[in-house]
């Protein structure tokens, strides 16, 4: 299957003092980065809280982010003012690079075209392309197109968060289980909002963290929504989509002592949260 996912946006950074730049920007370790080895990363502020989660990759040479289109130009301003004297250039991209989600498959991807590998299972790849119209006919010989939908619902099925404008600063990145999904490198030195997230780790116990549930309601929860305990917020929504089967799964951020009781629900008691089993195993992965 493929989908059109140009409701991200892509920001190129480049010039020699780039790695550099966004080593010290972002939480995971940039020089890790190559062709052939894109990673999930995020950008905080000197608090620690979330301003957005990207997925990063190189591409002739350059840089480039991945990140909601709603995020890209308040996030392109907000980087800009971290340049300084240093030799980067910070560009918006997206009209010049397409942007494809596949699933299942690879067919069809040129030499030119760059691939950012999705952790969870069916196996899935961003496609960063400037030969849209070739990439598309030809894969839909193959497999059938689907809308933005599937891919967020799959997001959440791998328990996989994306931190859009409304909840931008709600969250620590462990509160969305980054130290677990390899989206924190604690030992790659200083970055912006580094002490906050490394005390957490170190000296600091995790109260929050982020859950995969299901609502058995036909409306879709909106990014940000209280979870609630007896009428008390004990929580907010990350990400909600619909389920083919009926329902809605959704990934939320609740108080780790308030998971243990029966009656944690959004909006009102009878949408209740079903706690669902995450894909991955909440160990820390930042050393990776």
């Known amino acids: 299957m493929i989908t059109d996912l140009s409701h991200f946006s892509v920001i190129k950074v480049s010039g020699k003092d780039a790695q550099i730049f966004l080593q010290g920007q972002l939480t995971n370790d940039v020089r890790q980065v190559t062709e ?8 905080c502020t000197a608090k620690g809280r979330m301003l957005v989660n990207m997925h990063l990759c190189l591409r002739n040479d350059a840089y480039h982010l991945l990140l909601p289109q709603t995020s890209c130009t308040a996030i392109l301003k907000r980087l800009q003012m971290y340049v300084l004297r240093s030799a980067v250039i910070l560009e918006d ?3 010049h690079l397409s942007r494809f989600g596949m699933i299942g498959n690879k067919h069809c991807i040129g030499d030119t075209d760059t691939v950012l590998d999705i952790p969870g299972n069916p196996s899935r790849h961003i496609v960063l392309t400037e030969q849209a119209q070739n990439l598309w006919q030809c894969a839909l010989k193959n497999t059938d197109a689907v809308g933005a939908d599937t891919w967020e619902l799959l997001n959440i099925l791998a328990g996989l968060p994306q931190i859009i404008p409304i909840t931008s600063e709600k969250f620590v990145p462990q509160m969305v289980n980054f130290q677990a999904i390899g ?5 790659k030195g200083c970055y912006t909002g580094q002490e906050v997230v ?4 170190y000296l600091g116990a995790l109260k929050r963290r982020m859950y995969l549930a299901k609502i058995e309601c036909q409306n879709i929860p909106q990014a940000g929504d209280a979870i609630n305990l007896k009428e008390e917020c004990v929580g907010h929504i990350v990400n909600a989509q619909a389920h083919p089967d009926g329902g809605v799964v959704l990934l939320a951020v609740i108080n780790i002592d308030s998971v243990t009781s029966e009656h944690v629900y959004w909006q009102q008691a009878e949408y209740t949260l079903q706690f669902m089993e995450l894909p991955y195993a909440l160990e820390d992965k930042s050393s990776l």
Not at 36 to 43: A, E, F, N, P
Not at 183 to 187: P, V
Not at 198 to 201: N, Q, V
């Open 36 to 43: 052939q080895h894109s990673q999930l990363t995020s950008w």
């Open 93 to 95: 991209v997206s009209e």
């Open 183 to 187: 989206g924190i490198n604690f030992k």
């Open 198 to 201: 490394a005390r957490l780790r």
